[in-house]
């Protein structure tokens, strides 16, 4: 599966984006997606993960109240709505299906990701 972030942008804080993850594989209901981000000089992060059904949504702490992930297999999409943006939540975005724990390492599909810049 290849998967492709979009939506990113510049935004003021406390603002909101939506980014969107479309995937090219016709299987895409049967992965577990999650969002990373990447700031300069620091190491790719998790940020959010959703069940192949969307039953079950897994969010880093730092995350955690402010952004929600949700799919829409029909649409072989997964969106992560951005609220209350902090300047710290500036990073290239990226998408990726793979299996729990929620590590870089254990996912796959990486396209380009979407840069979100957060203005203070």
């Known amino acids: 599966v290849q998967l492709q972030a979009s939506g990113g942008g510049l935004v003021q804080a406390g603002g909101s984006l939506r980014l969107s993850c479309a995937a090219s594989?016709?299987?895409?209901?049967?992965?577990?997606i999650g969002w990373f981000r990447q700031a300069p000089g620091k190491e790719r992060e998790f940020v959010a993960a959703?069940?192949?059904?969307?039953?079950?949504?897994y969010y880093a702490d730092s995350v955690k109240g402010r952004f929600t992930i949700s799919r829409d297999n029909a649409k072989n999409t997964v969106y992560l709505q951005m609220n209350s943006l902090k300047p710290e939540d500036t990073a290239v975005y990226y998408c990726?299906?793979?299996?729990?724990?929620?590590?870089?390492?254990?996912?796959?599909?990486w396209g380009q990701g979407t840069q979100v810049t957060v203005s203070s």
């Open positions: 990726a299906a793979g299996d729990p724990p929620f590590i870089a390492a254990n996912f796959y599909g």
């Open positions: 594989a016709r299987t895409f209901s049967s992965y577990v």
């Open positions: 959703i069940s192949w059904s969307g039953g079950n949504t």
